[in-house]
């Protein structure tokens, strides 16, 4: 079935710092990406989605200077946060529909565990 | 109150039992998902369902669409089930949002031996 790669799976990184989370799709072309936020004992909450080749939509509340979504290919999509603090430490996923058109599913990535210290 | 909601929060079983997960929901939707994500944080879909029901090994799945309500079955539970099960409802019309997802807090479970 469709496959998500999610890289890196955990990473801490210094307060002020950059640190980019790449998604791609194994075997499908994912034409459509999601990024997911989750604090501990939280459901995912959905920060911006993306479409290959075009600006991201951003959800209300996420600053999109700060994170930075690029999907310049319909395999890869990239997030990066950008001048880290210890409050964007979280649980960050990425979810692809697996077919352009109805009935897509999802597929998720395996996540990012980001730490700013 | 939350558009998504799951019943229980926490679940604790022994093995062999047989678990019910229920998820209600207050919006209309194209499609019911039944999603499992592992201590680790990786997720996996399970189901997806716009009516009647799925059955996939020991998982069931099931959904009334008139009330709204769905549940996710367990038979004959094992330890390696023990992770989160989260129910998350992408809303209609179809044409509407890009097809992101609404997700529930999850039902933390965990099986004992």
């Known amino acids: 079935g469709a496959v998500v790669s999610q890289h890196p799976s955990w990473v801490i990184c210094k307060s002020g710092t950059s640190v980019k989370i790449e998604c791609r799709s194994l075997d499908f072309q994912a034409t459509t990406m999601f990024w997911y936020r989750q604090f501990p004992k939280q459901s995912l909450m959905l920060m911006a989605t993306s479409n290959e080749g075009s600006k991201a939509t951003y959800e209300q509340g996420v600053e999109k200077d700060k994170f930075l979504i690029n999907h310049a290919s319909l395999t890869l999509s990239t997030l990066t946060v950008t001048s880290a603090h210890p409050e964007d430490s979280s649980f960050y996923i990425c979810?692809?529909?697996?077919?352009?058109?109805?009935?897509?599913?999802?597929?998720f990535g395996s996540g990012t565990r980001l730490t700013v210290v | 109150k939350n558009e998504v909601e799951q019943s229980p929060q926490n679940l604790t079983a022994q093995e062999g039992e047989f678990i019910t997960i229920n998820c209600s929901y207050s919006v209309g939707i194209s499609a019911l998902h039944w999603l499992q994500q592992h201590p680790g944080g990786g997720i996996v879909s399970l189901f997806m369902?716009?009516?009647g029901k799925k059955k996939h090994g020991r998982l069931i799945a099931t959904i009334n669409i008139q009330e709204k309500h769905s549940s996710l079955h367990i038979t004959a539970s094992h330890p390696r089930d023990s992770a989160v099960y989260i129910c998350a409802v992408r809303r209609a019309p179809y044409g509407g949002s890009q097809g992101n997802l609404i997700f529930g807090k999850g039902t933390k479970l965990s099986v004992k031996p």
């Open positions: 369902l716009s009516s």
């Open positions: 979810s692809a529909r697996d077919l352009p058109e109805l009935p897509y599913g999802y597929t």
